[in-house]
Structure formats: C-alpha cells, structure tokens
C-alpha cells in the first residue's frame, strides 16, 4: 500500500479492534482515557497505518504510556510471543547485504522502517515486561547500541524462567522464534 493511507472503513475497524485491547488490558495503561487516545488516532491517519502494520503481522499493539510532555500516546506490540509475521528477518540491511547464502527475506530495520515504527529498546522490552509476560517461547531483536553493531553484533532479548534475558548474536543470523517488537507515538 503505497499512500500509508486506511480506508474510513479499515479505520473504523482498527479503531474498534485497539479499544477492545484496550479495555481488556487495563493494567498496561492505568489512568489513560481512551476518548484521548481515540482522538489522537482520529487525527493521525499515518500512525494509524502503522498500527495496522502493526496489527497486520501479529503485534497485537496497545497502549503503554503516555508522554506528558508531548501528550503523545505510546503504544507497543504486546503479542505474547514475538509477532508471527515479522521472524526470520537479520538485524539490518548491512547485516542482509553480508549474508553470501540463505538470505533472509529482509531485514528487522528495513521492516520496521517501512512500518513506520521504532525497534524497542532493551529498556522499553524491560518495560514491557512489567505489564505481563511476553516471549516466553520466542525472542525480539532489540535496538543495539552502534559500538556492538559496529562489531558485527546486534542483541536480543526474550522471558524464561520469570526473568527477562538479553543475548547477543551476529547481525546477519536470523531464526525461526525470533522477531521483532516495535513502538509507535501517536
């Protein structure tokens, strides 16, 4: 779809979808009025492309916060395992490009690029992991810090044995189980 554009249709769906979530899974946005959210996403067409992205490939996303000093929301994929449809990707376009055989179909970076979203960060995957438990047979490429990419390395993290783990791995390796979790600011 190249406009990033949901029909009035499509949006209204959306729409319906992400306040069903929202409802059911008060505890990951305590104090937030989802009249507020509603409005925001009304007036965001764009975002709301993403949250579809989002939703399209099994992210389930849903609001996670709220930035005060912006007054944007900030939603998260909360599916319980890494989103189905965004596995198997490398760490990023370097890392694909490098890659002499059995090439992945894409790359995390350029999927989440093209998605309109941000890779979480190990921080924002921990706090994530606050509101549930999320990755409990999968994993998540989380953003990696420039001097580790630079290595030829790139990070991940997932949830076993009631703990949140981050690991390292070459750029260029990919897997079945493992994904990625985006965020988005409406």
């Not at 994993?139 to 580790?148: L, N, Q, R």
């Not at 990070?155 to 189980?177: I, K, M, P, Q, W």
């Amino acid at each position: 779809m190249g406009n990033k554009k949901l029909s009035a249709t499509q949006q209204k769906d959306l729409i319906a979808v992400l306040k069903s979530r929202f409802e059911k899974n008060t505890n990951r946005h305590k104090g937030l009025d989802w009249s507020k959210v509603e409005a925001r996403l009304e007036a965001n067409a764009e975002k709301l492309w993403s949250l579809n992205e989002m939703e399209r490939t099994g992210g389930e996303p849903d609001v996670v916060g709220l930035d005060k000093k912006t007054g944007e929301f900030i939603f998260y994929d909360c599916s319980p395992e890494s989103p189905k449809d965004r596995r198997s990707y490398c760490y990023d376009r370097e890392a694909l490009n490098a890659r002499k055989e059995l090439k992945p179909a894409n790359s995390v970076m350029d999927v989440a690029t093209a998605m309109g979203i941000e890779l979480l960060t190990e921080e924002q995957y921990r706090e994530l992991q606050t509101l549930g438990k999320f990755d409990s047979k999968t994993s998540s490429w989380v953003k990696t810090p420039a001097g580790i990419r630079r290595l030829g390395g790139a990070l991940f993290c997932d949830r076993r044995y009631e703990t949140v783990f981050l690991y390292h791995n070459g750029a260029d390796s990919y897997y079945a189980a493992r994904g990625f979790r985006g965020s988005l600011r409406v």
